[in-house]
């Protein structure tokens, strides 16, 4: 498998330790690999938690039983395994996962329900227990581990490792805000999936967390796309330890929610952004920003449709300003739309504004843009205050040569 | 622009005249080519008409108009121009259409209202008037051309010409139904866009016609994808001449009325597949037959959810049998799913059942199966009787080839 790092990969970033949660990692070798593919992460007594999960309907055990325990509202454990995603194998796969809870439970005298499990990797292969167990014994052992290696351990097919660093004054207390995630579009049965985590010090009421969470990801992680394609694993948590001390957010009018909601927002963005800069074989990155439509909810469906369109991205791909493929790309949607009054620009410029071709329209500015790294996308459909922006990557030949494993 | 012959090609069948439909051909040269690229079928007096066509907010005067006027029920003239698509061209566009269509009727003696238009090609291009009034008289003096020949010229990024053929007894009279259609994949704004026109020499009442084409372009034409993207332009018009003298179809109680259905069936289904096989890059044709959905339409969408799955179409690509792939599209259909009695098959062979892999799974039948041209992918939910049909072909190099237009 080919792991050069994709062209639009960024360092991994400083990240401080998040008092109440601690990191480590273990070798179940769920492949024929040599390096560490289970993390786990332990968290202080009292720490909220809260969950976004695939909307797929074809789940896995550990998405089913997150979802569940998630509204009980507090975590003391995550184990992540990689390399075997657990999904489609039945009741011996959900058995695996309740082995998994009921072993950390002991270990760390807890409700079983505190413990929450994601795998990533092979779909219909029941996660071996022995090499399970093995693993979550040999990271209860562990010495505690760098976010760094964390983030490679829960990483599959991703080229490069994931990180995002927050902080906000809640209260007048400084409060930080850790996401490690990996995912590089969605290549789930084989390998891939979404899993997000993100912790943080911060005192959190659960019901406020979920609530600022769902939000968040609505904003974020429900703004990209790689191939359009979902996993059945998707998983984004936050884990809030409330070590920082601060006067507990419990709703909007808490002091310092807004501040934290936007050191979440911004962690989440960066999370998002990251999986699609890791699209496979993406070369560039696609910014889409839909303005004038009927309402929010209409701009991100055009938004998302244009990000899909297979036809969109290759002629990003070949730096070619097709805004015709933008038309018909907002033409299929099924949302409201008016051919007369749509505008379409690329880095700034418009190139056809109310529905028809500019008459002075210079290129030059355009074609330099579509030469760089990233590209953005402006659609504005002259009918309403309803905006989104979306983030995708263009399709090349790569994202073939990675899908279509030819076999010899 | 590469136009040899998709490997999926296949000749164009032999098809009788139809009374009372004589087509004709001209070179208008809406780009600069020598070729003809204006199609004209004048049609005999009293011809029903019906059309389906695109659903895209951003469509086509000529769509627009031709949607309008097929509710009148009767048409005298065609007209269909290769190169030049009009779309998004605002009021200029609309100029065109007019024009083209007065010329037909002043010329036939007719309503212009029972002149219909199509356009191909780029987009944002008002279609040249001069040249769409040159291009209508040469075709007004033309000779009468064959099926083939006009197949040829509505063609654009077309790699091989499409038609098909079957008729029927209505009443003991056998009626003839032909149809030409051009289109490669939805490169729209660049070039293609799917046109298809039948012609029959039955007696059907118009809002009968129209009731037929709507139901066998539901199981047909709506039911094929190359890569999930929609036309402005996507047109379907059947025409009933009359000239057979059977006794007429006004409904599903008349006699011969399911004969000629079922005929018309044939032909769409026909003319949908060449559609699919002449799919950008396509090596591989792919059915894919969902059983066992809660209904109809969510079987429908379940399986075109999986036609355009990039993940699905590159593992198919390179032969391989991931039903991991699979289960991931059904997921993500949002339809009615329970993973536990989810089964899938390739030609015929089923690989997973009830939610898990076959044990006993052999996949050497499934990999002779993949090497071939024709695939087939099963698809049972064990939930209902709700069925459905569609194809699509496989995602390749050729296709990014084609649609990144590099340029050097």
Same mark, same amino acid.
């Given at each position: 498998?080919?792991?050069?790092?994709?062209?639009?990969?960024?360092?991994?970033?400083?990240?401080?330790?998040?008092?109440?949660?601690?990191?480590?990692?273990? *070798?179940?070798?769920?492949?024929?690999?040599?390096?560490?593919?289970?993390?786990?992460?332990?968290?202080?007594e009292g720490t909220s938690v809260a969950g976004v999960f695939t909307k797929s309907a074809c789940a896995s055990s550990e998405v089913e039983l997150g979802r569940e325990n998630v509204a009980n509202g507090h975590a003391r454990a995550l184990v992540v395994n990689a390399g075997n995603s657990n999904a489609f194998t039945g009741y011996r796969g959900r058995e695996a996962?309740?082995?998994?809870?009921?072993?950390?439970s002991e270990a760390l005298g807890c409700p079983a329900e505190q413990v929450f499990v994601s795998s990533t990797g092979v779909i219909g292969v029941p996660l071996p227990k022995g090499k399970a167990r093995a693993g979550v014994a040999a990271a209860l052992e562990a010495q505690p581990c760098s976010w760094e290696e964390a983030a490679s351990a829960i990483g599959t097919t991703d080229t490069f490792t994931k990180g995002a660093h927050a902080s906000a004054l809640v209260g007048g207390t400084r409060v930080e805000l850790c996401g490690i995630i990996k995912g590089s579009g969605m290549i789930a049965p084989d390998m891939a999936t979404m899993l997000g985590y993100i912790f943080t010090d911060a005192a959190v009421e659960p019901a406020f967390l979920q609530q600022m969470l769902s939000r968040a990801s609505s904003e974020t992680f429900s703004c990209i796309t790689v191939d359009g394609d979902t996993s059945t694993s998707d998983t984004v948590m936050l884990f809030a330890t409330g070590k920082a001390g601060n006067p507990v957010l419990s709703g909007w009018e808490s002091a310092g929610a807004d501040a934290?909601?936007?050191?979440?927002?911004?962690?989440?963005?960066?999370?998002?952004?990251?999986?699609?800069?890791?699209?496979?074989?993406?070369?560039?990155?696609?910014?889409?920003?839909?303005?004038?439509?009927?309402?929010?909810?209409?701009?991100?469906?055009?938004?998302m449709s244009i990000a899909n369109s297979p036809l969109v991205k290759t002629a990003i791909a070949g730096g070619d300003a097709n805004w015709g493929r933008?038309?018909?790309?907002?033409?299929?949607?099924?949302?409201?739309?008016? *051919?007369?009054?749509?505008?379409?620009?690329?880095?700034?410029?418009?190139?056809?504004?109310?529905?028809?071709? !500019?008459?002075?329209?210079?290129?030059?500015?355009?074609? *330099?843009? !579509?030469?760089?790294?990233?590209?953005?996308?402006?659609?504005?459909?002259?009918?309403?205050?309803?905006?989104?922006?979306?983030?995708?990557?263009?399709?090349?030949?790569?994202?073939i040569d990675i899908n279509a494993d030819y076999r010899s």
């Open positions: 498998m080919d792991l050069t790092p994709s062209p639009l990969a960024k360092p991994f970033p400083a990240m401080p330790a998040i008092d109440g949660a601690v990191l480590r990692v273990a *070798r179940a070798r769920y492949k024929e690999w040599d390096r560490a593919d289970l993390t786990f992460a332990e968290l202080a996962v309740v082995q998994i809870m009921e072993q950390v934290f909601y936007s050191a979440l927002l911004e962690v989440c963005r960066e999370l998002a952004q990251l999986v699609v800069r890791d699209g496979e074989g993406a070369q560039k990155f696609i910014e889409i920003a839909v303005t004038g439509a009927t309402d929010d909810a209409s701009a991100r469906k055009i938004a933008v038309v018909m790309a907002v033409g299929k949607a099924g949302e409201p739309a008016d *051919r007369d009054s749509l505008s379409i620009g690329f880095g700034g410029t418009w190139a056809a504004r109310d529905g028809q071709p !500019l008459p002075d329209y210079d290129e030059a500015p355009v074609a *330099r843009h !579509l030469e760089g790294q990233d590209i953005r996308i402006d659609v504005d459909l002259g009918l309403g205050a309803g905006r989104a922006t979306v983030w995708t990557c263009d399709l090349t030949h790569g994202y």
